[in-house]
């Protein structure tokens, strides 16, 4: 479900199919050849997940999605919970030039509203797949666990191969038993345990692009 004309526009335009338009009193509908249902007042209020939603929701065909060929930079996010965690991921990994996002079994769904919210967009265009850590050792992508308390400090890491950066769960992160090649920590200051995992996710990714872009 896509709540929003600019969502809707974005989705239309990286080519995904829309199977129906749900319109407000008020609403303009997106020009396709989708069928176009219009509500009655307040009804729009009572499906959406917004507290003051956009007078258009559409439903869009989820598009399958797989590892592209020769990806040799990756996102994962291992077992998150959060949705809006989980969206602003994926548009930091779009913005940082990552090749996918994998979510491992047990993360939230990447097509809830409020991660497709959340992803402003990029949900759209970058490939958001399910996936394991063992099928990314596979495909020959070097695996770097993040961790508050153990590791080598991210700048000090190489970024510039294959590589796949795994964030995880909110509250427990990546187990310290996954099977991965490497631990990779941001150092910080102050009482505070960790950074969020979103931000954590795009300061690494931030750096993973800063030192390709010098390869």
Known sequence: MVEGIGLLQQAVAAGWQVEA?????GGVPL??????????????????????PQPIIAV??????????GADFVVVADRLADPGNAGTIIRSAEAAGASAVVFTDGSVDPYNPKVVRSSAG???RVPV???????????GLTVLATSSHRGVPY??????????????????????????????????????????????ATVLVFEVARQRRGR
Do not use: K, Y
């Not at 020009?31 to 003051?52: D, G, M, Q, S, Y």
């Not at 797949?129 to 495909?139: I, M, N, P, Q, W």
């Open 129 to 139: 797949v399910s996936g394991s850590l063992a099928e990314l050792r596979a495909a």
């Open 155 to 200: 700048t000090e890491a190489s970024f510039t191969g294959p590589v796949a950066v795994v964030v995880g769960n909110e509250a427990h992160g990546v187990p310290d038993d996954a099977p991965v090649d490497g631990w990779i920590t941001i150092p910080h200051h102050g009482a505070a345990e960790s950074l969020n995992v979103a931000m954590a």
């Open 21 to 25: 338009q749900f319109v407000a009193p």
């Open 31 to 52: 020009a396709c050849e989708a069928p176009l249902f219009e509500l009655a007042p307040n009804v729009i209020e009572r499906v959406a997940t917004t507290e003051a």
């Open 122 to 124: 990029s949900l759209f």
């Open 60 to 69: 869009v065909h989820q598009r399958p999605s797989q590892l592209p060929t």
